[in-house]
């Protein structure tokens, strides 16, 4: 499923395809051995205090989560084989390089991660996919 992302502060995109990262490999791999992320793309971790960008070939852009879904920490351009972390974040989001400059994102902006159909229940609420784990 392809969800959302919008920074509800300021009322903008963030992207419109971001994917959940599910399941042991899919965490595990993430973005490492892909060629690039399209402008609009998008991995969301939840319960994700800390990532790595080992064996990635490309820099990206981190946005840190707490449960009230606002920004607690952010990183750009995060360059290949380096690791971070975010004590008390509960959603981790990789970005492309850059967009956390072209949003305009700050620390403590409020961001609304939704599924792509128009009947979301979950608008503005913590998402369900990660009640559910």
């Given at each position: 499923m392809?969800?959302?992302?919008?920074?509800?502060?300021?009322q903008i995109?963030?992207?419109?395809?971001?994917q959940v990262a599910s399941g042991f490999f899919?965490?595990?791999?993430g973005l490492m051995f892909k060629k690039k992320i399209g402008?609009?793309?998008?991995l969301i971790f939840y319960r994700a205090p800390s990532i790595h960008t080992f064996f990635m070939r490309f820099p990206i852009d981190i946005i840190?989560?707490?449960?009230?879904?606002?920004?607690?920490?952010l990183i750009q351009g995060l360059k290949p084989w380096r690791f971070v972390v975010c004590r008390g974040a509960q959603i981790t989001i990789?970005?492309?390089?850059?967009?956390?400059?072209?949003v305009k994102a700050q620390i403590g902006d409020k961001i609304e991660i939704t599924?792509?159909?128009?009947?979301?229940?979950?608008?503005?609420?913590?998402p369900s996919f990660i009640s559910s784990c």
């Amino acid at each position: 499923m392809k969800f959302k992302i919008i920074n509800e502060t300021k009322q903008i995109d963030l992207v419109n395809s971001a994917q959940v990262a599910s399941g042991f490999f899919l965490r595990l791999l993430g973005l490492m051995f892909k060629k690039k992320i399209g402008p609009e793309q998008a991995l969301i971790f939840y319960r994700a205090p800390s990532i790595h960008t080992f064996f990635m070939r490309f820099p990206i852009d981190i946005i840190f989560l707490d449960q009230e879904m606002k920004v607690k920490r952010l990183i750009q351009g995060l360059k290949p084989w380096r690791f971070v972390v975010c004590r008390g974040a509960q959603i981790t989001i990789e970005l492309p390089p850059a967009k956390i400059s072209q949003v305009k994102a700050q620390i403590g902006d409020k961001i609304e991660i939704t599924p792509q159909s128009p009947t979301s229940q979950n608008k503005g609420t913590f998402p369900s996919f990660i009640s559910s784990c």
